[in-house]
């Protein structure tokens, strides 16, 4: 069965600080990967994702992922964060036809 | 770019009662749609699966005839609460995948239910 990992519950980083979100699957074949950021009562919106091609994923806001298939792994990373950037990430997979399973999300709070 | 709403946003309901959660897709066609069902400070549990006029694909778990989700036209999803319970509160998300784009989910903005 596929299933996410964010081993991070809750992360505190400085504004301006690099960020770097953890994410570990696992899944049967080559996976669609995503992240999404979800604000306090609010909805998600995807970051960005990947499907195939190359590893390093550009997102939205300047977010960026590497695929690792070696490791399992896609981390959300950001070089300078934004006090804005304070939400709830969560990382998901899937594949071509399947339902997509969400980890239990990671908690980002920027300190001035 | 794809706009996902739910309507109503918040619903604060007293037990016993039922309470209708709408989703819809504003500017494209969702053959399929997500509802989800999210506990405080954890992550999105996959409900049921819809698609467009036939029946919803229940998770193992959940109550079909305590969640009724229908999905009569290509652009609405509804989920009916069956005979609310106060654990039933909870923030309930749903999302539209349109047709031809692979496993790409649109997410509503939730609405949080509140059972009394």
């Known amino acids: 069965a596929q299933s996410v990992t964010q081993p991070d519950i809750h992360i505190t980083v400085s504004e301006g600080a690099s960020l770097e979100l953890r994410c570990n699957y696992s899944y049967g074949a080559t996976p669609y990967l995503f992240w999404y950021v979800q604000s306090p009562g609010q909805g998600l919106q995807l970051l960005l994702k990947y499907f195939s091609g190359d590893t390093l994923v550009q997102g939205i806001k300047g977010f960026e992922a590497e695929f690792k298939r070696s490791q399992s792994s896609f981390n959300l990373r950001k070089p300078s964060v934004h006090w804005s950037d304070a939400a709830e990430y969560f990382c998901?997979?899937?594949?071509?036809?399947?339902?997509?399973?969400f980890g239990t999300g990671t908690k980002l709070q920027v300190i001035p | 770019g794809a706009v996902v709403s739910q309507h109503p946003s918040w619903v604060i309901c007293k037990s016993g009662t039922s309470v209708k959660i709408e989703c819809r897709s504003l500017d494209f066609q969702a053959t399929t749609m997500f509802w989800y069902r999210q506990f405080p400070k954890q992550s999105l549990m996959l409900m049921a699966t819809s698609n467009e006029g036939s029946k919803a694909t229940y998770e193992q778990g959940v109550e079909k005839d305590k969640f009724l989700i229908n999905h009569a036209s290509l652009t609405l999803s509804t989920l009916t609460v069956t005979s609310a319970h106060p654990e039933d509160s909870s923030f309930y998300i749903c999302?539209?995948?349109?047709?031809?784009?692979?496993?790409?989910?649109?997410f509503g903005p939730g609405t949080r239910l509140t059972v009394l």
């Open positions: 998901a997979v899937g594949g071509p036809g399947q339902k997509v399973t």
């Open positions: 999302s539209a995948k349109e047709a031809g784009v692979d496993n790409e989910q649109f």
